[in-house]
Protein backbone atom coordinates (compact mmCIF):
# COMPACT_ATOMS: atom_id res chain seq x y z
CA UNK A 1 0.00 0.00 0.00
CA UNK A 2 1.42 3.40 -1.03
CA UNK A 3 1.97 6.52 1.25
CA UNK A 4 -1.48 8.84 1.33
CA UNK A 5 -1.13 12.42 0.40
CA UNK A 6 -2.07 13.38 3.50
CA UNK A 7 -0.19 11.21 5.62
CA UNK A 8 2.64 12.87 3.72
CA UNK A 9 1.55 16.47 3.96
CA UNK A 10 1.17 15.93 7.66
CA UNK A 11 4.73 14.39 8.53
CA UNK A 12 6.46 17.29 6.38
CA UNK A 13 4.51 19.86 8.42
CA UNK A 14 5.58 18.05 11.61
CA UNK A 15 9.07 18.06 10.14
CA UNK A 16 9.40 22.22 9.21
CA UNK A 17 7.66 22.99 12.18
CA UNK A 18 9.86 21.14 14.82
CA UNK A 19 13.16 21.93 12.79
CA UNK A 20 12.51 25.96 11.92
CA UNK A 21 11.92 25.20 8.57
CA UNK A 22 9.77 28.07 6.78
CA UNK A 23 8.44 26.35 3.47
CA UNK A 24 9.37 22.75 1.90
CA UNK A 25 8.18 20.53 -0.83
CA UNK A 26 7.76 16.68 -0.80
CA UNK A 27 7.81 14.26 -3.85
CA UNK A 28 7.98 11.02 -3.30
CA UNK A 29 8.13 8.07 -6.45
CA UNK A 30 6.55 5.06 -5.58
CA UNK A 31 6.18 2.45 -8.87
CA UNK A 32 4.94 4.96 -11.72
CA UNK A 33 3.33 7.41 -9.44
CA UNK A 34 4.88 10.00 -8.15
CA UNK A 35 3.14 12.20 -5.15
CA UNK A 36 3.83 16.20 -3.86
CA UNK A 37 2.94 17.59 -0.90
CA UNK A 38 4.38 20.53 0.13
CA UNK A 39 4.05 23.09 3.74
CA UNK A 40 5.31 26.04 4.96
CA UNK A 41 6.05 29.83 3.31
CA UNK A 42 8.01 30.17 0.49
CA UNK A 43 9.12 33.65 1.93
CA UNK A 44 9.24 34.78 5.26
CA UNK A 45 8.83 37.90 4.40
CA UNK A 46 5.79 37.63 2.53
CA UNK A 47 4.12 34.74 3.91
CA UNK A 48 3.17 32.88 0.45
CA UNK A 49 2.24 29.84 1.17
CA UNK A 50 4.54 26.89 -0.92
CA UNK A 51 2.33 25.00 -3.36
CA UNK A 52 3.72 21.77 -5.07
CA UNK A 53 4.35 23.36 -8.77
CA UNK A 54 6.54 25.99 -6.99
CA UNK A 55 10.15 26.11 -7.94
CA UNK A 56 13.19 25.67 -5.38
CA UNK A 57 17.07 25.72 -5.91
CA UNK A 58 18.05 21.75 -6.26
CA UNK A 59 21.37 22.93 -5.59
CA UNK A 60 23.84 19.90 -7.15
CA UNK A 61 21.34 17.51 -7.57
CA UNK A 62 21.83 19.46 -10.76
CA UNK A 63 24.99 17.97 -11.14
CA UNK A 64 22.90 14.65 -11.86
CA UNK A 65 21.59 16.76 -15.19
CA UNK A 66 25.17 17.51 -16.54
CA UNK A 67 26.47 13.59 -15.92
CA UNK A 68 23.35 12.54 -17.99
CA UNK A 69 23.82 15.08 -20.39
CA UNK A 70 27.71 13.44 -20.99
CA UNK A 71 26.40 10.15 -21.15
CA UNK A 72 23.80 10.83 -23.73
CA UNK A 73 26.68 12.11 -25.53
CA UNK A 74 28.53 8.66 -25.23
CA UNK A 75 25.64 6.85 -26.21
CA UNK A 76 25.96 8.81 -29.48
CA UNK A 77 29.36 7.85 -29.63
CA UNK A 78 30.64 11.52 -29.39
CA UNK A 79 32.49 11.02 -26.00
CA UNK A 80 34.83 8.47 -24.50
CA UNK A 81 34.65 8.37 -20.50
CA UNK A 82 38.27 7.17 -20.38
CA UNK A 83 39.86 9.71 -23.10
CA UNK A 84 41.43 13.10 -22.01
CA UNK A 85 39.65 16.22 -21.61
CA UNK A 86 41.90 17.87 -23.35
CA UNK A 87 40.62 15.94 -26.23
CA UNK A 88 37.15 18.00 -26.09
CA UNK A 89 38.43 21.43 -24.43
CA UNK A 90 41.81 21.96 -26.07
CA UNK A 91 42.01 25.15 -24.11
CA UNK A 92 41.75 23.24 -20.91
CA UNK A 93 44.79 24.40 -18.01
CA UNK A 94 45.44 23.58 -14.76
CA UNK A 95 48.55 24.17 -12.35
CA UNK A 96 49.90 21.02 -12.88
CA UNK A 97 50.54 19.97 -16.58
CA UNK A 98 50.61 16.04 -16.11
CA UNK A 99 47.70 16.22 -14.69
CA UNK A 100 46.15 18.78 -17.25
CA UNK A 101 47.29 15.76 -19.81
CA UNK A 102 45.81 13.13 -18.22
CA UNK A 103 42.56 14.14 -16.19
CA UNK A 104 40.03 11.88 -18.26
CA UNK A 105 35.79 12.55 -18.42
CA UNK A 106 35.29 9.90 -16.26
CA UNK A 107 37.54 11.50 -13.49
CA UNK A 108 35.03 14.88 -13.94
CA UNK A 109 32.07 12.79 -13.22
CA UNK A 110 33.07 11.23 -10.17
CA UNK A 111 35.25 13.76 -8.61
CA UNK A 112 38.41 11.81 -8.89
CA UNK A 113 40.39 14.73 -10.64
CA UNK A 114 42.52 15.71 -8.07
CA UNK A 115 42.45 19.15 -8.33
CA UNK A 116 40.61 22.14 -5.78
CA UNK A 117 36.94 22.14 -6.60
CA UNK A 118 35.17 25.13 -5.30
CA UNK A 119 36.04 27.92 -7.31
CA UNK A 120 33.21 30.13 -7.89
CA UNK A 121 33.53 33.50 -10.43
CA UNK A 122 31.19 35.62 -12.40
CA UNK A 123 32.19 35.38 -15.79
CA UNK A 124 29.01 37.19 -17.13
CA UNK A 125 25.24 35.93 -18.20
CA UNK A 126 26.92 36.08 -21.77
CA UNK A 127 26.75 32.47 -23.58
CA UNK A 128 31.09 32.57 -23.21
CA UNK A 129 30.47 32.25 -19.52
CA UNK A 130 31.63 28.80 -19.19
CA UNK A 131 34.22 29.12 -21.58
CA UNK A 132 35.82 32.27 -19.75
CA UNK A 133 35.34 30.23 -16.82
CA UNK A 134 37.99 27.82 -18.47
CA UNK A 135 40.18 30.48 -18.65
CA UNK A 136 39.89 31.92 -15.38
CA UNK A 137 40.78 28.37 -13.57
CA UNK A 138 44.42 27.77 -15.47
CA UNK A 139 46.06 27.99 -12.01
CA UNK A 140 44.05 25.62 -10.18
CA UNK A 141 46.49 23.91 -7.77
CA UNK A 142 46.19 19.67 -7.74
CA UNK A 143 45.98 18.29 -4.45
CA UNK A 144 46.23 15.01 -5.32
CA UNK A 145 47.21 12.80 -8.39
CA UNK A 146 44.31 11.98 -10.96
CA UNK A 147 42.35 9.13 -10.37
CA UNK A 148 43.77 8.90 -6.69
CA UNK A 149 40.84 9.73 -4.59
CA UNK A 150 37.38 11.12 -4.03
CA UNK A 151 36.75 14.75 -3.18
CA UNK A 152 34.47 16.74 -4.35
CA UNK A 153 34.51 19.27 -7.48
CA UNK A 154 32.48 22.02 -8.73
CA UNK A 155 34.73 22.74 -10.97
CA UNK A 156 34.93 19.64 -12.70
CA UNK A 157 31.12 19.74 -13.35
CA UNK A 158 31.66 23.51 -14.40
CA UNK A 159 34.32 22.16 -17.51
CA UNK A 160 31.59 18.82 -17.82
CA UNK A 161 29.17 21.79 -18.78
CA UNK A 162 31.89 23.18 -21.37
CA UNK A 163 32.89 20.16 -22.48
CA UNK A 164 28.93 19.52 -23.60
CA UNK A 165 28.47 23.11 -24.87
CA UNK A 166 31.56 22.12 -27.49
CA UNK A 167 30.58 18.86 -27.81
CA UNK A 168 27.26 19.70 -29.05
CA UNK A 169 27.33 23.53 -30.56
CA UNK A 170 24.99 25.15 -28.30
CA UNK A 171 24.74 26.52 -24.64
CA UNK A 172 24.85 24.67 -21.92
CA UNK A 173 21.44 25.49 -21.20
CA UNK A 174 20.26 25.06 -24.51
CA UNK A 175 21.27 21.81 -24.18
CA UNK A 176 19.38 21.28 -20.94
CA UNK A 177 15.96 22.67 -22.30
CA UNK A 178 16.28 20.66 -26.02
CA UNK A 179 17.86 17.22 -24.28
CA UNK A 180 16.38 16.54 -20.91
CA UNK A 181 13.53 19.42 -19.82
CA UNK A 182 11.43 18.94 -23.04
CA UNK A 183 11.61 15.24 -23.77
CA UNK A 184 11.09 14.71 -20.43
CA UNK A 185 8.14 17.26 -19.94
CA UNK A 186 9.40 18.93 -16.97
CA UNK A 187 6.67 21.97 -17.14
CA UNK A 188 8.10 23.24 -13.30
CA UNK A 189 11.74 23.40 -14.21
CA UNK A 190 13.51 26.53 -15.86
CA UNK A 191 17.15 27.37 -16.28
CA UNK A 192 17.37 31.71 -16.22
CA UNK A 193 16.31 33.72 -13.38
CA UNK A 194 14.05 35.89 -15.87
CA UNK A 195 12.18 32.18 -16.29
CA UNK A 196 11.67 31.90 -12.74
CA UNK A 197 9.52 34.76 -12.79
CA UNK A 198 6.18 33.62 -13.89
CA UNK A 199 6.36 30.88 -11.29
CA UNK A 200 5.76 31.00 -7.61
CA UNK A 201 9.38 30.00 -6.42
CA UNK A 202 11.01 29.99 -2.86
CA UNK A 203 13.50 32.08 -1.61
CA UNK A 204 16.24 31.27 0.74
CA UNK A 205 16.53 31.63 4.40
CA UNK A 206 19.94 32.00 6.41
CA UNK A 207 20.94 33.19 10.09
CA UNK A 208 20.45 37.03 10.58
CA UNK A 209 24.19 38.17 11.30
CA UNK A 210 22.74 40.48 14.19
CA UNK A 211 20.55 37.96 15.91
CA UNK A 212 21.84 34.48 14.41
CA UNK A 213 19.16 32.88 16.45
CA UNK A 214 17.00 34.32 13.51
CA UNK A 215 16.02 32.91 10.30
CA UNK A 216 15.94 36.17 7.44
CA UNK A 217 15.32 36.25 3.59
CA UNK A 218 19.60 35.22 1.94
CA UNK A 219 20.73 38.60 0.48
CA UNK A 220 21.41 36.46 -2.40
CA UNK A 221 18.80 34.43 -4.69
CA UNK A 222 21.09 32.10 -7.73
CA UNK A 223 24.49 31.24 -8.14
CA UNK A 224 26.16 32.64 -11.81
CA UNK A 225 25.69 31.38 -15.03
CA UNK A 226 29.15 29.97 -15.22
CA UNK A 227 28.30 27.47 -12.25
CA UNK A 228 25.28 26.40 -14.10
CA UNK A 229 26.66 22.85 -15.09
CA UNK A 230 27.23 22.69 -11.01
CA UNK A 231 23.70 22.57 -10.41
CA UNK A 232 23.06 26.20 -10.69
CA UNK A 233 21.11 26.21 -14.20
CA UNK A 234 18.37 23.92 -12.81
CA UNK A 235 15.27 25.46 -11.08
CA UNK A 236 12.78 23.00 -9.99
CA UNK A 237 9.40 21.90 -8.26
CA UNK A 238 10.14 18.49 -6.50
CA UNK A 239 8.20 16.50 -8.44
CA UNK A 240 10.01 17.43 -11.63
CA UNK A 241 13.10 16.23 -9.93
CA UNK A 242 11.96 13.05 -9.45
CA UNK A 243 10.69 13.35 -12.84
CA UNK A 244 13.82 13.45 -14.24
CA UNK A 245 14.98 10.39 -12.04
CA UNK A 246 12.43 8.68 -13.62
CA UNK A 247 14.57 6.73 -16.96
CA UNK A 248 17.25 6.24 -14.53
CA UNK A 249 14.92 3.32 -12.15
CA UNK A 250 13.14 2.52 -15.76
CA UNK A 251 16.68 1.59 -17.62
CA UNK A 252 16.43 4.85 -19.75
CA UNK A 253 13.38 5.20 -20.73
CA UNK A 254 11.07 8.08 -19.69
CA UNK A 255 7.07 7.69 -18.07
CA UNK A 256 6.22 8.07 -21.68
CA UNK A 257 8.22 5.28 -23.16
CA UNK A 258 10.75 7.58 -25.03
CA UNK A 259 14.45 6.14 -24.57
CA UNK A 260 16.65 9.06 -23.20
CA UNK A 261 19.83 7.01 -22.55
CA UNK A 262 20.81 3.10 -23.19
CA UNK A 263 20.16 0.26 -20.27
CA UNK A 264 24.02 0.38 -20.38
CA UNK A 265 24.31 4.32 -19.76
CA UNK A 266 22.30 3.98 -16.88
CA UNK A 267 23.91 0.64 -15.27
CA UNK A 268 27.61 2.89 -15.93
CA UNK A 269 26.00 5.73 -14.32
CA UNK A 270 24.79 3.43 -11.05
CA UNK A 271 28.32 1.47 -11.53
CA UNK A 272 30.55 2.09 -8.48
CA UNK A 273 33.72 4.00 -9.61
CA UNK A 274 35.35 4.96 -6.09
CA UNK A 275 34.94 4.98 -2.63
CA UNK A 276 34.29 7.60 0.30
CA UNK A 277 36.35 8.24 2.84
CA UNK A 278 33.96 9.77 5.00
CA UNK A 279 31.54 7.09 4.57
CA UNK A 280 28.42 8.34 6.78
CA UNK A 281 25.13 10.06 5.96
CA UNK A 282 26.25 11.17 2.54
CA UNK A 283 27.34 7.45 1.35
CA UNK A 284 29.77 5.38 1.04
CA UNK A 285 30.59 5.59 -2.95
CA UNK A 286 30.20 7.33 -6.07
CA UNK A 287 29.28 6.31 -9.25
CA UNK A 288 29.15 8.70 -12.57
CA UNK A 289 27.00 11.68 -11.05
CA UNK A 290 25.05 9.55 -8.53
CA UNK A 291 26.25 8.90 -4.90
CA UNK A 292 25.78 5.34 -4.08
CA UNK A 293 24.78 3.84 -0.77
CA UNK A 294 23.72 0.79 1.27
CA UNK A 295 20.54 1.35 3.69
CA UNK A 296 21.08 -2.56 5.75
CA UNK A 297 20.94 -4.51 1.97
CA UNK A 298 19.07 -1.95 -0.22
CA UNK A 299 21.03 -0.61 -2.42
CA UNK A 300 20.18 3.48 -3.69
CA UNK A 301 21.15 6.38 -4.92
CA UNK A 302 20.83 10.24 -4.84
CA UNK A 303 22.32 13.10 -3.93
CA UNK A 304 22.33 16.39 -2.39
CA UNK A 305 22.47 20.45 -3.04
CA UNK A 306 22.71 23.07 -1.62
CA UNK A 307 22.39 26.74 -2.52
CA UNK A 308 22.26 30.43 -0.72
CA UNK A 309 19.73 29.25 1.82
CA UNK A 310 18.26 26.60 0.23
CA UNK A 311 18.94 22.60 1.03
CA UNK A 312 17.80 19.32 -1.03
CA UNK A 313 17.91 15.61 -1.10
CA UNK A 314 17.28 13.01 -2.95
CA UNK A 315 17.09 9.13 -2.05
CA UNK A 316 15.95 6.24 -4.61
CA UNK A 317 16.06 2.50 -4.31
CA UNK A 318 16.10 1.87 -8.34
CA UNK A 319 15.38 -1.82 -8.03
CA UNK A 320 12.25 -1.11 -6.07
CA UNK A 321 11.18 1.92 -7.83
CA UNK A 322 11.06 4.19 -4.59
CA UNK A 323 12.78 7.32 -3.21
CA UNK A 324 11.95 10.71 -2.70
CA UNK A 325 13.00 14.69 -3.18
CA UNK A 326 12.84 17.22 -0.12
CA UNK A 327 13.38 20.80 -0.98
CA UNK A 328 13.69 23.44 1.19
CA UNK A 329 14.51 26.98 1.94
CA UNK A 330 16.58 27.09 4.58
CA UNK A 331 20.89 26.68 4.52
CA UNK A 332 20.65 23.44 6.48
CA UNK A 333 17.88 21.15 6.48
CA UNK A 334 19.62 17.65 7.49
CA UNK A 335 17.53 17.27 10.28
CA UNK A 336 14.36 16.72 8.35
CA UNK A 337 16.02 15.12 6.14
CA UNK A 338 17.33 12.17 7.93
CA UNK A 339 14.27 11.72 9.91
CA UNK A 340 12.11 11.77 6.73
CA UNK A 341 14.10 9.37 5.05
CA UNK A 342 14.00 6.58 8.37
CA UNK A 343 9.79 7.50 7.83
CA UNK A 344 9.48 6.76 4.30
CA UNK A 345 12.40 3.95 4.19
CA UNK A 346 11.76 2.76 7.09
CA UNK A 347 7.85 2.36 6.92
CA UNK A 348 8.49 0.35 3.67
CA UNK A 349 11.66 -1.38 3.99
CA UNK A 350 12.61 -1.21 7.68
CA UNK A 351 15.93 0.84 6.98
CA UNK A 352 16.95 3.56 6.96
CA UNK A 353 20.43 5.96 6.21
CA UNK A 354 22.89 4.59 8.59
CA UNK A 355 23.85 6.84 11.35
CA UNK A 356 27.08 8.61 12.08
CA UNK A 357 29.98 6.22 14.21
CA UNK A 358 29.50 6.23 17.93
CA UNK A 359 30.67 9.06 19.43
CA UNK A 360 33.34 8.11 22.04
CA UNK A 361 33.60 9.42 25.93
CA UNK A 362 37.69 8.66 26.00
CA UNK A 363 40.14 11.17 25.08
CA UNK A 364 42.37 11.08 21.73
CA UNK A 365 45.21 9.08 22.68
CA UNK A 366 47.55 10.49 20.69
CA UNK A 367 46.06 13.93 19.97
CA UNK A 368 49.83 15.34 18.10
CA UNK A 369 48.87 12.53 15.28
CA UNK A 370 46.60 15.03 13.94
CA UNK A 371 47.43 18.39 14.77
CA UNK A 372 48.44 20.80 11.80
CA UNK A 373 47.15 22.93 9.02
CA UNK A 374 44.89 21.43 6.55
CA UNK A 375 43.52 23.58 3.23
CA UNK A 376 42.31 23.44 -0.25
CA UNK A 377 42.11 26.54 -2.39
CA UNK A 378 40.09 29.03 -0.43
CA UNK A 379 39.82 27.18 2.66
CA UNK A 380 42.04 26.83 5.70
CA UNK A 381 41.37 24.03 8.60
CA UNK A 382 43.46 24.76 11.64
CA UNK A 383 43.22 21.60 14.23
CA UNK A 384 44.95 22.11 17.37
CA UNK A 385 44.88 20.43 20.80
CA UNK A 386 42.34 21.33 22.76
CA UNK A 387 43.15 20.45 26.35
CA UNK A 388 43.73 17.08 27.98
CA UNK A 389 43.61 14.40 25.08
CA UNK A 390 41.22 17.28 23.20
CA UNK A 391 41.32 18.48 19.47
CA UNK A 392 39.59 21.39 17.81
CA UNK A 393 39.19 22.80 14.14
CA UNK A 394 39.43 26.47 13.24
CA UNK A 395 38.12 27.04 9.55
CA UNK A 396 39.01 29.95 7.89
CA UNK A 397 37.31 30.72 4.31
CA UNK A 398 39.02 33.31 2.46
CA UNK A 399 37.58 32.40 -1.35
CA UNK A 400 35.04 35.04 -2.30
CA UNK A 401 31.23 34.14 -3.83
CA UNK A 402 27.64 34.41 -2.54
CA UNK A 403 27.14 31.35 -1.05
CA UNK A 404 30.01 32.74 1.93
CA UNK A 405 28.42 35.79 2.35
CA UNK A 406 27.91 36.59 5.92
CA UNK A 407 29.76 33.52 7.23
CA UNK A 408 30.14 33.59 11.06
CA UNK A 409 33.36 32.27 12.80
CA UNK A 410 34.18 29.11 12.97
CA UNK A 411 36.45 29.11 16.08
CA UNK A 412 38.28 26.24 18.20
CA UNK A 413 35.20 23.83 16.96
CA UNK A 414 35.30 20.29 19.37
CA UNK A 415 36.40 17.37 17.39
CA UNK A 416 34.61 14.83 18.99
CA UNK A 417 36.27 11.29 19.01
CA UNK A 418 34.49 8.48 17.51
CA UNK A 419 34.46 4.75 17.11
CA UNK A 420 35.79 4.83 13.66
CA UNK A 421 39.16 4.71 13.46
CA UNK A 422 40.97 8.68 12.68
CA UNK A 423 37.04 9.82 12.34
CA UNK A 424 35.64 12.78 14.06
CA UNK A 425 32.53 13.84 14.63
CA UNK A 426 31.93 18.35 13.64
CA UNK A 427 29.55 20.53 13.92
CA UNK A 428 29.67 24.19 11.88
CA UNK A 429 28.02 27.07 13.32
CA UNK A 430 26.31 26.68 9.74
CA UNK A 431 25.04 23.09 9.39
CA UNK A 432 22.01 22.01 11.59
CA UNK A 433 23.97 18.71 12.49
CA UNK A 434 27.13 16.80 12.84
CA UNK A 435 29.53 15.86 10.00
CA UNK A 436 32.34 13.42 9.55
CA UNK A 437 35.64 14.93 9.57
CA UNK A 438 38.22 11.57 8.76
CA UNK A 439 42.00 11.95 8.62
CA UNK A 440 43.88 10.08 6.14
CA UNK A 441 46.99 8.66 4.48
CA UNK A 442 46.08 7.56 0.87
CA UNK A 443 49.77 6.34 0.74
CA UNK A 444 49.88 4.61 4.04
CA UNK A 445 47.02 3.64 5.60
CA UNK A 446 48.41 3.28 8.76
CA UNK A 447 51.04 6.46 8.46
CA UNK A 448 50.43 9.76 9.82
CA UNK A 449 47.67 11.67 8.25
CA UNK A 450 48.60 13.37 5.19
CA UNK A 451 44.59 14.46 4.23
CA UNK A 452 41.65 15.79 6.46
CA UNK A 453 38.33 14.74 4.40
CA UNK A 454 35.27 17.25 5.79
CA UNK A 455 32.29 18.42 4.02
CA UNK A 456 33.28 15.88 0.98
CA UNK A 457 36.25 18.01 0.34
CA UNK A 458 40.26 16.43 0.78
CA UNK A 459 42.44 18.99 2.96
CA UNK A 460 46.07 18.52 2.35
CA UNK A 461 48.38 18.49 5.40
CA UNK A 462 50.61 21.50 5.11
Known amino acids: MGFQRSDLEKKLTELIDRHGVPGAQLAVLDGDTVTEVAAGVLSLRTGTRVTTDA??????????????????LVDEGLVELDAPVRRYLTDFEVADTRARDSVTVRDLLRHSSGFDGDVFLDTG????????????????PQICPPGRIWSYSNSGYALLGRLIEVVVGSTYEE?????????????????????????????????DPEHPETLVVSPSWGLWRSCGPM???????????????????????????????????????QDRQIDLVDDSILGDGWGLGWILDHWGELAVIGHDGNSIGQNAFMRV??????????????????????????WLFGE????????????????????????????RAGVRMEVTANGPG??????????EGPDVENMPPMVDLPLRPTAREDGFLLKLPISDSDLLAVFFNPDEPDGRPTYLHFGGRAHRRA
Open 55 to 72: LFLPGSIGKLYTATLVLM
Open 125 to 140: RGDDALSRYVERIADL
Open 175 to 207: ALRTRLFEPLGLRHTVSFPEDVIPHPHAVGHVA
Open 231 to 269: GASVVASAGDVLNFVVPHVNGGLAADGTRLLSEAAVAAM
Open 317 to 342: APGHRFGFCLQTNVESALAVYRELAD
Open 348 to 375: RFGVGPRPDPEELDSPVADPSRYVGTYA
Open 390 to 399: GLAATMTVSR
